[in-house]
Each structure stands twice: as C-alpha cells, then as structure tokens.
C-alpha cells in the first residue's frame, strides 16, 4: 500500500493535483474530527460548487478511497477556506431565528428545502431547546426535505 493509500492528506492533494487544481491543504482538527482545508486562492469557487456540492462530492469520494483500502479508516472532512464552518454558524442562527419566531407567535415555520448534512445541522442546534420541536419533511419534485419548527406540547 502506498503512503498516499493510507494518509487522507496526501491522497486528497494526489486527486486534486490530477485534476489540475494548485492548492496547499492545513490539517486540522474540529470537534474531535480531522480536517482538511484547502487553501486554492484562484479555484476556491470551483472547489466548493453550488451551495457546497462539489466540496461535498470531494469529500464523498476521499473518504470512499480511504475506507476501501481500510475499513476502519478515519472519516475525514474537507474544508476550503473555512467555507463549511462559516456555513455551519449561519445555518445554526438561522434555526436559532426560526425558534424565536416559533416561540414568539407560536406558530409553524417551515425552513426551505435542504440536504441532509445541513437538516442534521438545524436538528443539532435545536436539540436542546425545551420549546421547540423540528422534524424534516418530504418536498414534492426533490431530493431535499423542508424542516418544520413547531412549539412542544
């Protein structure tokens, strides 16, 4: 096995590198997680895609690669620019917003379609919240599901 077979690092700038892109990639570490984040001053936009789905993709297939060769592989997560995590801090007060307005006029809201990484996200930041119940539903035409805020009962 080769040493870029088993290190995330020197796969993901192996694919990336293939592929053209000119990057530098700083391993970190983000709630007990790795990291990886891509520095590409001229391709970030390209490296992150439409509402994130290159970057998902990129993801998706590194980690494919590293659990093939080991089952047991640690899953890693891939960042450009800190993209994901600025992403995350929105979607987080996004959902706060939405609470208070469910708390406030004690009705329903429904947050726009989204895919399952950012509802999990929304899910997360409202967990806690002794007030507030969320639960994802089917939105007729897509992939995606919506996510309705409600008061508990």
């Known amino acids: 096995m080769t040493r870029s077979a088993q290190d995330p ?18 391993e970190k570490e983000k709630d007990g997680s790795k990291v990886l984040d891509l520095q590409a001053p ?8 439409r509402k994130g789905q ?63 990484y950012d509802r999990r996200i929304i899910h997360n930041a409202l967990k806690d919240d002794p007030d507030i119940e969320t639960h994802s539903v089917e939105v007729d035409g897509t992939h995606d599901k919506a996510i309705i805020l409600r008061p508990k009962n």
Do not use: H
């Open 9 to 26: 690092k020197a796969l993901l700038e192996s694919i990336l590198n293939n592929l053209g892109f000119e990057i530098t990639i700083e």
């Open 42 to 49: 001229d391709d970030s936009g390209r490296l992150i895609g």
């Open 54 to 116: 290159t970057l998902f993709d990129l993801q998706y297939i590194l980690n494919r690669l590293l659990f093939q060769k080991d089952e047991n592989a640690e899953k890693v997560q891939i960042d450009v620019a800190g993209y994901r995590f600025d992403e995350q801090d929105k979607l987080a007060d996004k959902a706060k917003k939405a609470a208070e307005q469910v708390r406030r006029w004690g009705d329903i809201v429904e947050l726009e379609p989204m895919n399952s």
